[in-house]
T-cell receptor, first 116, second 111 residues
Framework: DAGVTQSPTHLIKTRGQQVTLRCSPK?????VSWYQQALGQGPQFIFQYYEEEERQRGNFPDRFSGHQFPNYSSELNVNALLLGDSALYLC???????????????FGPGTRLLVL | AQSVSQHNHHVILSEAASLELGCNYSYGGTVNLFWYVQYPGQHLQLLLKYFSGDPLVKGIKGFEAEFIKSKFSFNLRKPSVQWSDTAEYFC?????????FGTGTRLQVFP
């Protein structure tokens, strides 16, 4: 039973470029959440996707967008990259029908993005 | 806005010492609280959770946490730490489909 997988593991971009990060949820999970973890900080919620729609969004600009596919996998897109976007981007999956257990999310290993 | 704060940023202990990591949350309504752990080079994983009922919850690897509603606290404890407990520990609350994390506590355990 594969857990949450993310690709790529590392990425280097320059300011102004665009990046796409990918996530496959744990088998059986239908909800994907994305988090940004800056160095020395806790993960910050970006948004959550369920049934191919953005269900909840954190305090991130519109440069951050996402998508969920029919197979529940998800993409995070960041446009017009800034130096401050350098961080570890985490994907987490859960099952929407699990009620309060939705907080018990399964995290992937993350994609480390460096913006130069 | 809902928030979670962790008082200890870096804790250094010797093996067999007792551990207590502080966590306070700001939300005054129903709370769903979690402790996650990130071992070096590994992904975040769930250590324990509190939804309701017995305020003393037990998790994996001998960890436990106590929910004290009057103090808005959910402190993590372990009676005797091991070198393998070296990791970053995050307290989190769950509300309206998102996890709110604290800034984390780095625990270093020396043999």
């Amino acid at each position: 039973d594969a857990g949450v997988t993310q690709s790529p593991t590392h990425l280097i971009k320059t300011r102004g470029q665009q990046v796409t990060l990918r996530c496959s949820p744990k088998s059986g999970h239908d909800t994907v959440s994305w988090y940004q973890q800056a160095l020395g900080q806790g993960p910050q919620f970006i948004f959550q996707y369920y049934e191919e729609e953005e269900r909840q969004r954190g305090n991130f600009p519109d440069r951050f967008s996402g998508h969920q596919f029919p197979n529940y996998s998800s993409e995070l897109n960041v446009n017009a990259l800034l130096l401050g976007d350098s961080a570890l981007y985490l994907c987490a999956s859960s099952l929407s029908a699990s009620g309060v257990w939705k907080g018990a999310q399964y995290f992937g290993p993350g994609t480390r993005l460096l913006v130069l | 806005a809902q928030s979670v704060s962790q008082h200890n940023h870096h804790v250094i202990l010797s093996e067999a010492a007792s551990l207590e990591l502080g966590c306070n949350y700001s939300y005054g309504g129903t709370v769903n609280l979690f402790w996650y752990v990130q071992y070096p080079g590994q992904h975040l994983q769930l250590l324990l959770k509190y939804f309701s009922g017995d305020p003393l919850v037990k998790g994996i690897k001998g960890f436990e946490a106590e929910f004290i509603k009057s103090k808005f606290s959910f402190n993590l404890r372990k009676p005797s730490v091991q070198w393998s407990d070296t990791a970053e520990y995050f307290c989190a609350s769950y509300n309206t489909d998102k996890l709110i994390f604290g800034t984390g506590t780095r625990l270093q355990v020396f043999p």
